[in-house]
């Protein structure tokens, strides 16, 4: 039967579009199942404040009532101010193994982007950085992390098929962690405190991060302004942000460095892998899905970064070897003998650097695609 489009117009739909990534996975054992309630809360107009520079559309592939395929349209007005373009985004692009499915979604989004008076279609990229991005293209037998797409190999065949190419490459690594710190990241971290007259917060309590909770993200916003693809987060956005996860993150796992007038400088932020624990719960944490979340955040060998930034003024000045040898202390004492980076730009030379102190592997490898649509 040829695949038909279905708009997602209620609510019922779209949970219908959520839940669609959970059948076609559910015997993968990479897969990584992203909360449920958060999925479908992020699509959400009233839920997301993204919607206050944001336009999005999703679209369901049938097999008569049958779900083959799904896929966002999203045009970031605040980016195509920024960056001086006339963009939209495709994202939460999932499909069976059918040319006839991908292609009709995409051709869906690139006509309903075009009637919007854009002139490229690139992706997979969400509202804003923090959400999932890119393709993956390499390191489909490697686990995913909590917030990263994991697709089949096909995925990658697909898109390139229908006419779009590389746009940009992200890679991420695996990095063993020693019980001995490199004595060079310690000599560095030392000389970069003294001659910068900085110090790190000594945070016990989720509620002695709290009040720096939103200067973090503000060093985000100005540390990442010019990478690829980059938006910076409203304030409404850092609101919810802080609300959604600052009452969960394990303060020894967030080294922030301040100046001397307690200004954060720069921030790491990581934590204990939940990749094992969303596994076992499927993605949902109630009624005792959350007991496994629980037990990894005492209890997980493994650990993943998912974030650092540096003020740009105060970069290259030796600051990422103040949070890596933070982290360090703290997967010692965790017992953390594997940590995965997430994503980095692959011409990034500067952030991969600090990982040759390290015994490391490039393991998986994300593509962002890009299509002239005028």
Same mark, same amino acid.
């Given at each position: 039967?040829?695949p038909t489009i279905g708009e997602v117009r209620t609510l019922h739909d779209l949970r219908r579009f959520?839940?669609?990534?959970?059948?076609?996975?559910?015997?993968?054992?990479?897969?990584?199942?992203?909360?449920? #309630?958060?999925?479908?809360?992020?699509?959400?107009?009233?839920?997301?404040? $993204?919607?206050?520079?944001?336009?999005?559309?999703?679209?369901?592939?049938?097999?008569?009532?049958?779900?083959?395929?799904?896929?966002?349209?999203?045009?970031?007005? #605040?980016?195509?101010?920024?960056?001086? $373009?006339?963009?939209? #985004?495709?994202?939460?692009?999932?499909?069976?193994?059918?040319?006839?499915?991908?292609?009709? &979604?995409?051709?869906?989004?690139?006509?309903?982007?075009?009637? *919007?008076?854009?002139?490229?279609?690139?992706?997979?990229?969400?509202?804003?950085?923090?959400?999932?991005?890119?393709?993956?293209?390499?390191?489909?037998?490697?686990?995913?992390?909590?917030?990263?797409?994991?697709?089949?190999?096909?995925?990658?065949?697909?898109?390139? #098929?229908?006419g779009f190419s590389k746009d940009a490459d992200w890679v991420e690594f695996q990095v063993t962690m020693?019980?001995?710190?490199?004595?060079?990241?310690? *000599?560095?971290?030392?000389? $970069? &405190?003294?001659?910068?007259?900085?110090?790190?917060?000594?945070?016990?309590?989720?509620?002695?991060?709290?009040?720096?909770? *939103?200067?973090?993200?503000?060093?985000?916003?100005?540390?990442?302004?010019?990478?690829?693809?980059?938006?910076?987060?409203?304030?409404?956005?850092?609101?919810?942000?802080?609300?959604?996860?600052?009452?969960?993150?394990?303060?020894?796992?967030?080294?922030?460095?301040?100046?001397?007038?307690?200004?954060?400088?720069?921030?790491?932020?990581?934590?204990?892998?939940?990749?094992?624990?969303?596994?076992?719960?499927?993605?949902?944490?109630?009624?005792?899905?959350?007991?496994?979340?629980?037990?990894?955040?005492?209890?997980?060998?493994?650990?993943?970064?998912?974030?650092?930034?540096?003020?740009?003024? $105060?970069?290259?000045?030796?600051?990422?070897?103040?949070?890596?040898?933070?982290?360090?202390?703290?997967?010692?004492?965790?017992?953390?003998?594997?940590?995965?980076?997430?994503?980095? &730009?692959?011409?990034?030379?500067?952030?991969?650097?600090?990982?040759?102190?390290?015994?490391?592997?490039?393991?998986?490898?994300? *593509?962002?695609?890009?299509?002239?649509?005028?």
């Amino acid at each position: 039967m040829k695949p038909t489009i279905g708009e997602v117009r209620t609510l019922h739909d779209l949970r219908r579009f959520v839940a669609f990534q959970y059948d076609l996975y559910r015997d993968n054992r990479y897969w990584v199942p992203p909360p449920r #309630r958060d999925e479908l809360d992020g699509l959400r107009e009233a839920k997301n404040p $993204a919607f206050e520079f944001c336009e999005a559309k999703y679209w369901l592939a049938l097999d008569g009532r049958r779900i083959v395929g799904r896929i966002a349209g999203i045009i970031n007005n #605040r980016y195509n101010e920024r960056w001086h $373009a006339k963009a939209a #985004r495709f994202g939460w692009f999932d499909f069976i193994d059918d040319a006839g499915v991908s292609t009709l &979604l995409l051709r869906t989004v690139e006509e309903w982007a075009r009637l *919007r008076g854009m002139t490229s279609l690139h992706g997979p990229l969400g509202f804003t950085d923090l959400d999932g991005e890119g393709t993956l293209v390499e390191g489909f037998e490697e686990v995913s992390t909590l917030g990263a797409i994991y697709n089949f190999p096909y995925y990658g065949e697909h898109i390139e #098929r229908a006419g779009f190419s590389k746009d940009a490459d992200w890679v991420e690594f695996q990095v063993t962690m020693k019980k001995e710190i490199p004595e060079k990241i310690s *000599r560095l971290s030392e000389i $970069a &405190l003294q001659r910068n007259r900085l110090h790190v917060l000594q945070a016990r309590q989720r509620k002695d991060l709290l009040p720096y909770a *939103r200067e973090i993200f503000q060093v985000l916003n100005d540390g990442f302004r010019e990478l690829y693809g980059f938006v910076e987060l409203s304030d409404k956005q850092i609101d919810k942000y802080v609300e959604q996860y600052f009452g969960y993150i394990l303060p020894d796992f967030v080294p922030v460095v301040l100046d001397e007038s307690n200004r954060v400088v720069a921030f790491g932020i990581a934590m204990p892998s939940l990749s094992r624990a969303f596994q076992k719960n499927k993605g949902r944490l109630f009624p005792f899905g959350f007991l496994h979340v629980l037990w990894a955040m005492k209890y997980e060998r493994n650990a993943d970064l998912y974030l650092t930034a540096v003020r740009p003024e $105060a970069q290259n000045k030796g600051i990422n070897a103040i949070l890596i040898h933070e982290m360090h202390k703290t997967f010692v004492r965790r017992g953390v003998d594997k940590v995965e980076t997430n994503r980095e &730009l692959e011409e990034n030379a500067k952030v991969q650097a600090q990982w040759r102190f390290y015994e490391h592997r490039q393991h998986k490898r994300r *593509r962002c695609y890009r299509k002239e649509i005028a």
